[in-house]
């Protein structure tokens, strides 16, 4: 059963509160080579919170592909997309959490292209994309695995009840299933696969864990604490 979203993001507002603060400022200073330096700023502000939106739809697309994925698991499972627990402010957000018989899932989402490497232990993997003309780009981004056990650390933290205790928690992460998308990652505990692997893996849970009072307790529980 999916649950709805909860987080959203302001980077637009961000824009448009940009162009308009950038009219005052050129009516009170009246100096033309003063106005135009703000207004420079102004657009290159505009511009990186434009590569900026760029990325998160990127994402969200992800997310998205995910979510649909989740949504065609049977009525045993409780599905959340995009939600924060534990307070905005220092709150962990999960792309997705998954409350089941079998145990809980925190699944981090990433929807990016090309050669991805890095370890588990590492704290930033490398994205490298080739571009035209056979050049390389190469981006540093932190490690999924390490995003995703924080989340399972703020999950288990809410469920710290006795309990609850022993209920297993699982970690993993997934990328898109782009073909242009290559994993070459040294892994030891947290999967790490493309999302048409996700079903077949949480599928493959089949000792039961937690009752059905259990886990409408667990989910009472999360729903208090999003944000």
Sequence with gaps: TPKPSSAASDVYKRQILMCIAAIPIYAFFRNTYL????ILIALLIIVHFSKERKLYRYGIQGEKEIAELLATLNNKYIVYNDIIIGGKEKGAQIDHLVLSPYGIFCIETKNMK?????????????QIKVMQGGK????????????????????????????????????VVTFSSNKDTNLKIQLQFTPVFKSDKLIDFVNSKKEIFISDDKLRRIENIIDKQIS
């Excluded at 106005?35 to 703000?38: F, L, P, R």
């Excluded at 890095?118 to 490398?126: A, Y």
């Design 114 to 126: 090309g050669i991805i490497t890095g370890k588990e232990e590492d704290k930033e993997w490398t």
């Design 35 to 38: 106005s135009a330096v703000i």
């Design 136 to 171: 390389k780009s190469e981006k540093k981004f932190y490690n999924p695995c390490k995003q995703s056990r924080g989340h399972v650390n703020a999950v288990k933290n809410i469920l710290r009840h006795s309990d609850f205790m022993n209920t297993p928690v699982y970690s």
